[in-house]
């Protein structure tokens, strides 16, 4: 079973729409969350962290997490064209290591 | 400025070739890690350095050889590397404090001639 898992996509939204990513882990020790966007040739750039069960929200992101279901997600507002990028879901159980879902390619078409 | 600097960012050397990857951060961080992004698979941890001490070494071949002068700066020296060895290397940066996200640099590309 893999640790992280991810949906590969792409998940195609209309502008101005929700789009919702998701991602399931299996050690059920993990503590932190973590969502990074990555535009093609480019480096992850961090969007959300959560560490609690529940959502969290900033501007148009909202993160849920629910570590029964070892469950989070990323929902994304009034969807942009410039929100199209790969997501890549981050789990971190215990130490330093980040252990990364494959990603999501996520494309808003206007 | 860039909080993660790296540098080259692309780097095409042959098999027989020694060359080393930078990074260096300016968030006044004290952990930094180097990571490989290949194609359709997920990032990679290879090692971690923590207050400038190696912390973790996920069974990297010995043909990668990391350095960490000090907090801001970690080197990946490289040396005989494979065709398959050719990918993105990310360095990244955090807080040693263990909830506390990773910030990347923008990578450098290798390829292997």
């Known amino acids: 079973q893999k640790e992280v898992e991810q949906n590969s996509g792409p998940l195609s939204v209309p502008e101005g729409a929700i789009a919702s990513l998701n991602c399931t882990y299996s050690d059920r020790g993990s503590q932190s969350f973590f969502w990074y966007r990555q535009y093609s040739g480019k480096s992850p750039e961090l969007i959300m962290s959560?560490?609690?069960?529940g959502d969290k929200e900033d501007g148009r992101f909202t993160a849920q997490l629910n570590k029964a279901s070892q469950y989070v997600s990323l929902l994304i507002r009034d969807s942009q064209p410039s929100d199209s990028a790969t997501y890549l879901c981050a789990v971190r159980k215990s130490g330093y290591a980040l252990n990364f879902g494959k990603g999501t390619s996520l494309l808003v078409t206007p | 400025e860039t909080g993660v600097t790296q540098t080259p960012r692309h780097l095409v050397m042959g098999m027989t070739n020694k060359k080393s990857l930078k990074c260096e951060q300016h968030?006044?961080?004290?952990?930094m890690y180097w990571y490989k992004q290949s194609a359709k698979k997920p990032l990679e941890l290879m090692f971690v350095?923590?207050?400038?001490?190696?912390?973790e070494n996920n069974s990297v071949p010995s043909r990668f050889s990391p350095e960490c002068p000090n907090s801001s700066h970690l080197f990946l020296h490289l040396h005989t590397l494979q065709p398959e060895d050719s990918a993105l290397y990310l360095c990244?940066?955090?807080?040693?404090?263990?909830?506390?996200?990773?910030?990347f640099g923008d990578g450098t590309r290798l390829s292997i001639l």
């Open positions: 990244a940066s955090s807080q040693e404090m263990r909830n506390q996200p990773q910030h």
């Open positions: 959560i560490y609690s069960n």
């Open positions: 350095y923590s207050l400038e001490e190696r912390v």
């Open positions: 968030l006044g961080h004290n952990a």
